[in-house]
T-cell receptor
């Protein structure tokens, strides 16, 4: 496997469920990100991890809980979500956070909250 | 609130024409500028980036940056139907935070 891999690709969950999204990068990068993409809205940055430390938390509700056990893996734990949380959740990685360090995205998890 | 603005489109061009995609940004301290392409149902993929005023060419793609006008554009020469996608402009500030525009949907008609 190469690049950035996300699982599952699709997820339907009820508002009382607990689920986790998984992201794995095989690029040797040291920064990982969670983005949310809703219909007709720009990509929204949720969390940034650099060298396994959370460096950004963009005012995300506590029902979203990230975890970065090492530089290759990133999780997003979900609990008691709301229907408005339905969106495409994209994981990305980069080599550092320099000016010339573009993001490499995974294929995303399409989340539907019922 | 840092803003990156793009016309949502759709921008429709005939095959073989030049497609011109525009982006304006509010933060004068912005350092780098990225163009991503996103096909329907897929994740964004990087096309090119630019950080100096002027033009940068890569194959059929040319990025143009004018920091004084806070304007960045992407030209696609000899547009092909396979170029039909949403193009996302992203702007990185001095703190290495990346802000995305809402994207412009491009349709290239055969």
């Amino acid at each position: 496997e190469t690049g950035v891999t996300q699982t599952p690709r699709h997820l339907v969950m009820g508002m009382t469920n607990k689920k986790s999204l998984k992201c794995e990068q095989h690029l040797g990068h040291n920064a990982m990100y969670w983005y949310k993409q809703s219909a007709k809205k720009p990509l929204e940055l949720m969390f940034v991890y650099s060298l396994e430390e959370r460096v950004e938390n963009n005012s995300v509700p506590s029902r979203f809980s990230p975890e970065c056990p090492n530089s290759s893996h990133l999780f997003l734990h979900l609990h008691t979500l709301q229907p408005e949380d339905s969106a495409l959740y994209l994981c990305a990685s980069s080599q550092g956070r320099s000016l010339n360090s573009p993001l490499h995205f995974g294929n995303g998890t399409r989340l539907t909250v019922t | 609130q840092k803003e990156v603005e793009q016309n949502s489109g759709p921008l429709s061009v005939p095959e073989g024409a030049i497609a011109s995609l525009n982006c304006t940004y509010s933060d004068r301290g912005s350092q780098s500028f990225f163009w991503y392409r996103q096909y329907s149902g897929k994740s964004p993929e990087l096309i090119m980036f630019i950080y100096s005023n002027g033009d940068k060419e890569d194959g059929r793609f040319t990025a143009q940056l004018n920091k004084a006008s806070q304007y960045v554009s992407l030209l696609i020469r000899d547009s092909q139907p396979s170029d039909s996608a949403t193009y996302l402009c992203a702007v990185m500030d001095a703190g290495n935070m990346l802000t995305f525009g809402g994207g412009t949907r491009l349709m290239v008609k055969p």
